[in-house]
């Protein structure tokens, strides 16, 4: 069974921490994604990454990072942990093409308090 | 940016009952997508649809895309409490690699 593995389902940091959420798929697959899910505002893009050490900034990117240091593993860096960024975070892998469609992680939920 | 507006946000209805959800942009999308969200859980893809006019059956659930692929629409027959959860339909559009996702529809199905 294909699959994209979330490190954490409930993680609580305080603010000011430096948090590592990891994403690590079997897929093979070439893009990877990181959203934050929070209601009323739907799934909201962070970041993501086409390729091994490549990544993009999505429509949210400010206080996070990414690396992607191999193919299978996607890691979603809060550099200084505030309040607002207390979310459902999820994890995405996808083949290239129109056609395919994102294979989802379990998410964290991140409370930062 | 491409939005995708979904309808109606939320929707309560008794076992047994027909409904119909609706996704629309003014954009053109190569493809679109459906998933269905559980809680505490990731989306899970449903359908991928390309072609305008498009429809597509999944057991109960009927998807359509739009003759302009400007929009989509699921219809799910004799719902059941099993088809719970929130709705998100996923436009592709000028990106390869990205997904523009509509805010969803929560469908709640009582027994």
């Known amino acids: 069974d294909v699959k994209v593995t979330q490190s954490s389902r409930y993680l609580v940091k305080r603010t000011g921490e430096k948090v590592f959420l990891e994403c690590v798929q079997d897929m093979d697959h070439e893009n990877m994604f990181w959203y934050r899910q929070d209601p009323g505002l739907g799934l909201r893009l962070i970041y993501f990454s086409y390729d091994v050490k490549m990544k993009e900034k999505g429509d949210i990117p400010e206080g996070y990072s990414v690396s992607r240091e191999k193919k299978e593993r996607f890691s979603l860096i809060l550099e200084s942990a505030s309040t607002n960024q207390t979310s459902m975070y999820l994890c995405?892998?996808?083949?290239?093409?129109?056609?395919?469609?994102?294979?989802f992680g379990s998410g964290t939920r991140l409370t930062v308090v | 940016t491409q939005l995708l507006e979904q309808s109606p946000q939320f929707l309560s209805i008794q076992e047994g009952e027909n409904l119909t959800v609706y996704c629309n942009s003014s954009?053109?999308?190569?493809?679109l997508q459906w998933y269905r969200q559980e809680p505490g859980e990731g989306p899970v893809l449903l359908v991928t649809?390309?072609?305008?006019?498009e429809v597509k059956k999944l057991k109960r659930l009927t998807f359509q895309f739009g003759d302009a692929r400007k929009d989509s629409s699921l219809h799910i027959t004799a719902a059941q409490p099993g088809d719970t959860g929130l709705y998100l339909c996923a436009g592709r559009g000028g990106s390869n690699y990205k997904l523009t996702f509509g805010k969803g529809t929560l469908l709640t199905v009582n027994p």
């Open positions: 954009s053109v999308f190569s493809s």
């Open positions: 995405a892998s996808s083949a290239p093409g129109s056609a395919y469609g994102y294979t």
């Open positions: 649809v390309v072609t305008g006019g």
